[in-house]
C-alpha cells in the first residue's frame, strides 16, 4: 500500500486549460502539503494543510486552488495554465502540524504545460 | 544569498569511500530534515533532527544549533547511494513560521 499516493503521474496539456491532481495519503496524518520542484531541481512549498485548514499560502497565484475534502486528501486545482506551470507537483504529508516529525512524499506529478 | 546553503553542489565518489555533505542555514529553525531524490524522482524522508546526532545504517546526520549548521555522512558509499540529498529546514519564526525552506540539493554519484 503506497503511504502517499498522487495522481495522475504525468499530465501534458496545453496553455490556458484548468488541470487537477489528486493527492491521498493512508497513514492518518493530520498535515499534508504541497510543493513545486522547478527545472532546475529546486523544492519550494506551495501550501499545507493541517485537520483540512490551510496553514500556509505560499505566494502561490490564486490560479492554484487546493481543496481538502478530509484530511487524508488534498487536491491541487490549477485554472488557466501557463507555460511555467511546468513542472513536478510533489504532494507530502507529516503526523502533524506542531511537530511534523518525519515527511511523507508521494512519487510526483509531472506536469508539462504546451 | 539563499537562506538554506549546501556542499558540494555536485560530488563524485569511488565505492566505499566515507562522504559528507554539508548544509549551513541562516535562520531560527526549529527543526532540519535530510531528504535523498533518487533519479527516477521519488523523494525518501532520511533524518529529522533538532538536536545533536542520529544514525541510521551507513547513514549519520549531525547538527550544531549554534553554528548553524548540519552534515550528513555517508559510510562505506555504494552506487546505490547516488542520488540528489536535500537539506531542509522548518522556521521558527515569521509569517512563514513552521514552513519548510530547501536547499539546492547535492548531486552524489557513487562509481563502482
Known amino acids: 500500500d503506497t503511504a502517499v499516493s498522487q495522481t495522475p503521474k504525468y499530465l501534458v496539456t496545453q496553455m490556458g486549460n484548468d488541470k487537477s491532481i489528486k493527492c491521498e495519503q493512508n497513514l492518518g496524518h493530520d498535515t499534508m502539503y504541497w510543493y513545486k520542484q522547478d527545472s532546475k531541481k529546486f523544492l519550494k512549498i506551495m501550501f499545507s494543510?493541517?485537520?483540512?485548514?490551510?496553514?500556509i499560502n505560499e505566494t502561490v497565484p490564486n490560479r492554484f486552488s487546493p481543496k481538502s475534502p478530509d484530511k487524508a486528501h488534498l487536491n491541487l486545482h490549477i485554472n488557466s495554465l501557463e507555460l511555467g506551470d511546468s513542472a513536478v507537483y510533489f504532494c507530502?504529508?507529516?503526523?502533524?502540524?506542531?511537530?511534523?516529525?518525519?515527511?511523507?512524499f508521494g512519487e510526483g506529478s509531472r506536469l508539462t504545460v504546451l | 544569498k539563499n537562506e538554506v546553503e549546501q556542499s558540494p553542489q555536485n560530488l563524485t565518489a569511488q565505492e566505499g569511500e566515507f562522504i559528507t555533505i554539508n548544509c549551513s542555514y541562516s535562520?531560527?529553525?526549529?527543526?532540519l530534515h535530510w531528504l535523498q531524490q533518487h533519479p527516477g524522482g521519488g523523494i525518501v524522508s532520511l533524518f529529522m533532527?533538532?538536536?545533536g546526532k542520529k544514525k541510521h545504517g551507513r547513514l549519520i546526520a549531525t547538527i550544531n544549533i549554534q553554528e548553524k549548521h548540519s552534515s550528513l555522512h555517508i559510510t562505506a558509499s555504494h552506487p546505490r547511494d547516488s542520488a540528489v540529498y536535500i537539506c531542509a529546514v522548518r522556521l521558527l519564526h515569521g509569517g512563514s513560521q513552521g514552513n519548510l525552506i530547501f536547499g539546492k540539493g547535492t548531486k552524489l554519484s557513487v562509481k563502482p
Open positions: 507530502a504529508s507529516s503526523q502533524q502540524w506542531e511537530n511534523t516529525g518525519e515527511l511523507f
Open positions: 535562520v531560527g529553525i526549529s527543526a
Open positions: 494543510y493541517n485537520n483540512k485548514e490551510l496553514i
Open positions: 533532527l533538532s538536536s
